[in-house]
């Protein structure tokens, strides 16, 4: 029987299944630097459009962006079959509409103040 020799120089050759490994680790560092790298692009993004960052006027159509949505998922509250005090409370609270309600709530009452002290 012919003895097999190994004609590379190196003496751990790379066969189909370590070469698969490799490249497959490869890509799969790829993968988790682009998604650290996104991650920290969500971080900055959602950071960016918290209510301190925004303008006077994103704020503005922010508000009465909210304040629609708000008042049709009310009226689908109303109408739904599955009343909950949960289900009511997470209508102002989802995502950042709870700022919303409170810089609402902050204008009601100036109103209500002036109101009371004109008459």
Known sequence: MASVQNVMKNDTPLMDSNFEKYNLAKDYNKLYDYSVRGNEKHIQDKYAKRVYNLSLKEIYNNFFTNMVLILN???D?????NKSFNNFMEIFTKNERLVYVGILLIVL?????FVFQSS
């Open 109 to 113: 009452s100036f109103i209500i103040h």
């Open 77 to 81: 509250y109303v109408y739904s079959p």
């Open 73 to 75: 998922e009310t009226v």
